[in-house]
């Protein structure tokens, strides 16, 4: 299984990503690092491709475990070093607020969390820490 996307830049940014899925998102680099404030920069995508990853993951498996998730709100934050003289990501927290439906079988919460951050592809295949950090609404 392979997925590809496209990356086409005309000599100043914002360039376009044509996606595996479909989607067409503008990219720049970070202001941070001299790009454009507006389109998705690879920091925010990095971060984000673990925080979407973690909630499509954690609805399926709190729904089998008796815990179906009504609504999810989630906060990323990477934490962006410099190490051996490169920059890096070396954490990222997730901070997710969540609401069940009644009934749900909440004393399930951690091992739902657990199983999570054990069955993600996305976080899985980075070289960090991640912190899951829940409120239950």
């Avoid at 830049?9 to 996606?19: H, V």
């Avoid at 997730?94 to 399930?108: I, T």
Wanted: proline fraction near 6%; charge should be negative.
């Amino acid at each position: 299984m392979n997925f590809d996307n496209t990356i086409v830049w005309t000599g100043e940014f914002p360039g376009k990503m044509q996606c595996h899925n479909g989607q067409v998102i503008d990219f720049s680099a970070p202001t941070e690092f001299n790009g454009m404030f507006g389109p998705l920069c690879p920091e925010d995508a990095f971060v984000g491709s673990a925080n979407m990853c973690i909630q499509i993951v954690f609805e399926r498996v709190a729904r089998d475990l008796g815990m179906p998730l009504l609504e999810y709100r989630c906060r990323a934050v990477g934490d962006l070093e410099v190490v051996d003289g490169v920059r890096k990501f070396v954490k990222i927290t997730l901070y997710p607020e969540m609401k069940f439906a009644p009934g749900s079988k909440m004393s399930n919460l951690d091992k739902a969390l657990s199983f999570a951050k054990r069955k993600c592809l996305v976080t899985n295949s980075m070289d960090l820490e991640l912190e899951i950090v829940p409120k239950v609404l």
